[in-house]
DNA sequence: CGGTCTCTTGACGGAGTTCAAAGCTAGTGG
DNA sequence: CCACTAGCTTTGAACTCCGTCAAGAGACCG
């Protein structure tokens, strides 16, 4: 049950088969087809979501229609609206399915009891939250450093296998160019 | 004694006395000077920093030698390269006082024995770094959203006093933009 | 198979960069 | 406390990367 999740966990903290049981009591399972949405903009995020299986993205979508993606969570990465979640403000983003998705949903109104039961889970989620601290910053870093056609090659060589699984209009849409100029650039390399 | 340190932990956990003692006696207080560094690209990243006073900034330099800043960290926010922190590897990234700063350093070989006596601290840190990645997915949005004319319009209405503290081409630099357009910009909004 | 997304192509335009050179400002040492 | 200098800011001209628009080809789903 859940193998990804419960091998993730014991990566950073140790539990036991009965703190297991705990947690897994705890949270909820959520399974979602896709392009079904776990948050649409407006909403307040109410919880963590943990991907088991499947792809998800976050996203949001301009005054002019169009939509932007600043997110993408794999297998093993954790995805929310951190700030909407934090101050229990209404979210600037949606997020969805890219491919049907497994994910576990650590929710927020369990979340005090769930930390008070299982105290490792602090630092779980301080380490979490500090490794995608550290993706961000390289992010940053990577969408700074170079052009737009730079930002892409290093991008599919980087990720050869991951561009397969997403459409090009979502690449460009987090690459930040449009649709035709990743057309452009894919013609040039070919 | 470090005021806004003691004040920004109360904010959100509590500590007693005796265990604020026990904390200031494992922490390192460091004042750096206009321009000295608290982090050097290359180096691996030894603390997280929280800004007592003064104004700290990361950036990194590309191959063509320009400098790209990152993040600015003012009083009450901490900053560390948190890839480099969590891995040990070396930082792509230099931390640097844009104003004469004091800094709290929560040094890494001494970070085990701080959670272990203060296990607050563990949630406390948790909070932050949840907070610096709902800051961070934010930060996506707004580069994302918007021209580089209506960036910079945005951030200088967003943060007048803030814009005054720095020289224009680290906002430049931080904006993504080159110092002669901002300088553009800057004439056509007077 | 029909219709609606998705991807490609090409022409055009403009936001933003590059380069060079000249003012300005602020920090430093004498 | 002034003078010098290095570095910051401004200006303007040329250029180019990349977005916009329009239209057609292809792909996928009900």
Known sequence: MYPNFIAHLQRYITLDNQEIDLLLSLIKPVTIRKKEFLLK???VCKANYFVETGLVRMFFINEKGIEHTTQFALENWWIADYMSLSNRSSSHFHIQAVEAATVIAIEQHKEDQLLAQLPQLERYFRLMMQRANGAAQMRVKFFQDFSKEENYRQFVSLFPQFVQRIPQYMLASYLRLTPE??????????
């Open 41 to 43: 903009e407006g909403q």
């Open 181 to 190: 100029y990743l057309s452009e650039l894919r013609k040039k390399s070919i």
